[in-house]
């Protein structure tokens, strides 16, 4: 039980939010940052390995890798955060309800819930997906589909555990409705898990995207997502590995420092042993 | 459990915009028409629900759209094997890398190979599968020259598919077997059993593992959906003719009746495998069998 552990719990937690911080500044100033325009070609310079023209190096059409990058990481990181906030207040919703009124509501609410979990997750995107098309939209509205079931489960079993504390007959006993009940009381006191599980759904979406994308079924093409970038990197693989290193390396260390922070917070937030949270 | 998974995705298919013979150059109305009552896509909904579901139950999955000389159970009956393969042998490097890791982890916290192995599992738990799989070809395929980077001839053409698709769930069984014996470990039966003296071999086969491991057991099942939606990735990354592959070209090219086949076929594996975990979990914690507890 020494603190040392600890501390270096602090520095990896530490390089994450380095990390992220600079992947975040790069997807919000992209249009400025960006050396090019991410669709600007250069028939001149196809496959170049990175040089001082492009530090990264260009694609199959002559695009400027470095600035392709930059703006995945805005679709990444807008696809993963829109995602992880939806699927949460979803999860909220379902699971206070589960969880609140409990009874039969709850376990027919619950035997849905373990059907849809009982699945792959990716199997159930890729069938949304073929439903809800393959923008943004249609894909941030998948994956927030799949991935509140999570967060429900959590939020119900939260609600078990607190829903007979006194403080609530107290609460009650002054007059609290139910909605002040569940936003005022019982809300709050979720706030250390819920923030944990947001942090592990933000990657996971990511992950979710850039592996449909990469076999061909994610995000439609134009849009400069990793996963696209790898995919064209793909048939380059043999002669020019850089094409798919370069946006290979920025999904791993993204989804990486976001795990990492997610289990620094677990360490940190969760009042139950670690391993709870998470699939 | 399987007839809501194939009216899930009969609904799910039907409500999708554009229909599978939208793709290829328009075809005239008459030939549309009648490729459309070959297939009864000119019935209405209803109807058409209703005979999928009695072929169902004969097992006949319905033909396929887009290859019409074969029948969706023929397609999976020649695909399934593959995976089959595949996917048992990345189950057992799965358990046999993971359990390995758990346990060597948790014979020391916070020992050099506690963190070696918690490194390890959290790179293996994050990086995608066809990141880990073209970093694996490049460097032991294409550079070293050990195995064969792609195609489905044997068994050296087994070990890096099935290498980068146990590396995921591996971390994750690996992570679950070090909590848990960490777990067993602070109990108070296995401190009086240290200090009366037994020794550590004792300790670690009669009390640790015996307690610690069962547990392990509840996540073979999402391991297994791991598995699964890892196949897809690595069936394309290897070009392997397997089930997977065909799914996501059946995805591209909006082969409906192949979708569902494919997808009713994963389901019911995974049914299975969770109603085998749930027997094994009684079998092996005798706690278990009294209660009606479920295991998860």
């Known amino acids: ?279 | 459990m399987l007839w809501l998974v194939a009216t899930m995705t009969f609904i799910l298919m039907h409500l999708a915009p554009g229909g599978p013979f939208d793709k290829e150059k328009p075809l005239p109305p008459e030939i549309r028409a009648n490729v459309e009552a070959k297939y009864h896509l000119d019935e209405p909904v209803a109807q058409q629900y209703a005979r999928y579901l009695g072929q169902l139950l004969r097992g006949d999955l319905g033909p396929s759209f887009k290859y019409a000389d074969r029948s969706v159970g023929t397609i999976i009956g020649e695909t399934f094997p593959v995976s089959l393969q595949l996917g048992g042998a990345a189950f057992v490097l799965t358990l046999l890398l993971g359990i390995t890791g758990g346990v060597l982890a948790a014979s020391r916290p916070g020992a050099w190979r506690d963190r070696v192995t918690l490194l390890t599992a959290t790179l293996g738990f994050s990086l995608p599968n066809f990141v880990v799989g073209v970093l694996l070809i490049l460097v032991l395929a294409h550079e070293a020259h050990w195995f064969p980077p792609a195609l489905w001839e044997g068994p050296r053409y087994l070990v890096l598919p099935a290498l980068t698709l146990a590396l995921g769930p591996a971390a994750y069984v690996a992570r679950l077997t070090r909590a848990s014996l960490i777990d067993v470990a602070a109990q108070e039966y296995v401190r009086v059993g240290r200090a009366k003296g037994l020794p550590p071999r004792v300790i670690w086969h009669s009390y640790l593992l015996r307690a610690g491991l069962p547990p392990v057991i509840t996540v073979l099942g999402p391991t297994l959906a791991m598995l699964v939606t890892g196949s897809f990735i690595i069936e394309y990354l290897f070009s392997i003719p397997g089930m997977g592959r065909f799914f996501i070209t059946a995805v591209t090219n909006r082969d409906y009746p192949l979708i569902m086949g494919v997808t009713l076929v994963y389901a019911a594996v995974i049914v299975a495998a969770n109603l085998i975990v749930d027997l094994l979990y009684g079998w092996l914690d005798p706690r278990m069998r009294a209660g009606t507890e479920r295991a998860r």
């Open chain 1, 1 to 279: 039980m020494r603190p040392l552990g600890a501390g270096r719990g602090h520095v990896a937690a530490l390089i994450s939010i380095v990390i992220l911080s600079a992947v975040a500044l790069a997807a919000v100033l992209a249009p400025w940052l960006a050396p090019y325009p991410f669709d600007a070609q250069d028939p001149g310079r196809l496959l170049q390995s990175p040089d001082w023209h492009h530090w990264l190096g260009t694609d199959r059409l002559g695009r400027d890798l470095l600035s392709r990058v930059m703006f995945g990481a805005r679709v990444s990181m807008t696809l993963g955060v829109t995602t992880a906030l939806i699927a949460t207040a979803l999860g909220i919703a379902y699971g206070m309800a589960s969880g609140y009124w409990g009874g039969r509501a709850d376990n027919l609410l619950m035997r849905l819930l373990d059907v849809i979990y009982a699945l792959p997750d990716l199997l159930l995107i890729i069938l949304l997906t073929i439903m809800l098309g393959r923008g943004l939209t249609g894909m941030v509205a998948a994956l927030s589909l799949v991935s509140w079931v999570t967060v429900a489960r959590l939020v119900r079993g939260e609600v078990l555990r607190l829903k007979t504390a006194e403080f609530l007959d107290a609460a009650r006993a002054l007059g609290a409705g139910h909605l002040r009940i569940v936003f005022v009381h019982l809300l709050p006191l979720m706030m250390g898990p819920l923030l944990v599980t947001l942090s592990f759904r933000i990657p996971s979406a990511i992950l979710a995207e850039s592996t449909l994308s990469f076999v061909g079924i994610g995000l439609a093409p134009p849009t400069p997502s990793w996963g696209n970038m790898a995919s064209e990197g793909w048939a380059a693989l043999r002669f020019y590995p850089h094409v798919i290193i370069v946006p290979s390396v920025a999904i791993a260390a993204t989804i990486l420092a976001f795990n990492v922070l997610g289990d620094y917070l677990n360490d940190r937030l969760n009042p139950r042993p670690a391993s709870t949270i998470r699939r």
